[in-house]
C-alpha cells in the first residue's frame, strides 16, 4: 500500500485527504504509508541539471586534462564525511544506469571502492541479462576474505548480469605470490577478459590514512610509509603514482594483481572520486592521461580547479 500512496501522492499529483478517502484510510495513515516509501527507498527523486559554477568547474577540468566528459555533483550542504558520496552517488547512479544501457556496452571492467559503491547504489535498474561485469583487479584482501568494496556482485544485480570475480588478493604478500596467482589458468582467463571490457568504471583511492588500503587493512602500515616515502599519492589499480601522475618505485607496486595501465589505456575509463581528502590523489590520476571520465563532488572539483590556477600562478610569475 506503500508504493499505491506514493503514486497517487507523488505522480498523480492527489492531496493526504484525497490518498485516505480513496483507499479508505485515515490521512494519518497516509502520511505514515508515504513516509515509510521515502523512507526505504520506494521513492527516489531526481533532479535534472546543475548549478552553472559547477558547469564552469567541468568545463575548465575537462579543458585542463583533456577529458571526454566531467561531472561535478552539487555540494548538497549536509556536513559530515558522507555528505560527498551521497552527492556523487545521486549524480553518478543515473550517469552510470545510462553508460550500460548502451547496447555497444556489453562488458565493463571494474574497479573498487567506497564511492564506486555509493554511486552503484543510488543506480537506477538496468535490464542487461547480456552484460557482463568484469573485475579488473582481486577482489580479495591479503586474508582472502571479501573485500566490501568490490562492487561486481552489486553491479550485477543492479543489471541482471553475470559477474565475474577475480578469486585473488587485491595485492599479493610478494612477488613470488603475484607471480603465483597470475600464472594459474583461471586468473589469466579472466584477466583476458577483462581486457576485452567496452568501458571501464574505477575509484581512485588515496595512500593516507583515510584510504581503503588503511580502512580495509589491505596494507600495512610499514608498506604505507614506504609508499609515501617513494613520493606516491594515489592507489590507481592496484598500482601506485606520484603528483606528476608516473608510477613511482615503491615495492608495493609489484604485488598488484590484476590489469596493468597498459590494458586499459586508450579505452573509455570513467573514474570517481569524493571528498577534499582525494585532492592529490585525484589530480596524480589525472595527469596519469588514463582517465577519460570524471565524476566529483563540487568541493573535489573546486579544489582541483583552483590548484591547477594556482600552479599556472606560480610558472607565469
Known amino acids: ?21 480513496r483507499l479508505g484510510i485515515s490521512t494519518a495513515k497516509v502520511h505514515r504509508l508515504i513516509a515509510h516509501a521515502q523512507r526505504t527507498g520506494l521513492v527516489r527523486f531526481q533532479i535534472v541539471g546543475r548549478p552553472a559554477d559547477c558547469l564552469e568547474i567541468e568545463a575548465a577540468l575537462v579543458e585542463e586534462y583533456g577529458l571526454s566528459s566531467c ?48 554511486a552503484i547504489e543510488r543506480m537506477p535498474r538496468v535490464q542487461r541479462s547480456d552484460i557482463a561485469i568484469v573485475s579488473i583487479s582481486g577482489s580479495l584482501t591479503r586474508k582472502l576474505s571479501a573485500n566490501p568494496f568490490d562492487v561486481v556482485q552489486q553491479l550485477a544485480e543492479r543489471t541482471g548480469g553475470e559477474g ?14 603475484r607471480d603465483m596467482f597470475l600464472g594459474q589458468r583461471s586468473v589469466q582467463a579472466l584477466l583476458a577478459r577483462a581486457r576485452r571490457s567496452d568501458l571501464f568504471v574505477i575509484g581512485i ?3 593516507e590514512d583515510d584510504g581503503h588500503l588503511i580502512r580495509r587493512d589491505l596494507i600495512s602500515r610499514e608498506e604505507q610509509k614506504d609508499l609515501i616515502a617513494s613520493g606516491a599519492v594515489c592507489d590507481l589499480m592496484g598500482r601506485f603514482i606520484g603528483r606528476d601522475g608516473a608510477l613511482v618505485a615503491a615495492k608495493l607496486g609489484d604485488k598488484a594483481v590484476g590489469l596493468p595501465f597498459e590494458a586499459v589505456r586508450g579505452a573509455r575509463v570513467v573514474a570517481l572520486a569524493g571528498g577534499l581528502g582525494k585532492l592529490k590523489a585525484t589530480r596524480a590520476a589525472l595527469r596519469s592521461g588514463l582517465i577519460t571520465d570524471l565524476i566529483v563532488d563540487e568541493e573535489l572539483g573546486r579544489n582541483l580547479s583552483a590548484s591547477n590556477e594556482q600552479e599556472k600562478n606560480v610558472r607565469t610569475a
Open 205 to 207: 583511492g588515496s595512500v
Open 71 to 118: 561531472l561535478i555533483a552539487p555540494d548538497i550542504g549536509a556536513g559530515g564525511e558522507d555528505s560527498g558520496f551521497r552527492a556523487i552517488a545521486e549524480v553518478a547512479g543515473p550517469h552510470l544506469a545510462n553508460l550500460l544501457a548502451a547496447p555497444n556496452v556489453t562488458q565493463v571492467g571494474v574497479g573498487m571502492g567506497r564511492t564506486l559503491r555509493a
Open 164 to 177: 565475474y570475480y577475480l578469486p585473488v588478493p587485491y595485492l599479493a604478500d610478494s612477488v613470488g605470490e
Open 1 to 21: 500500500m506503500s508504493i499505491r500512496a506514493a503514486w497517487m501522492s507523488f505522480v498523480g499529483g492527489a492531496t493526504q485527504g484525497e490518498i485516505a478517502s
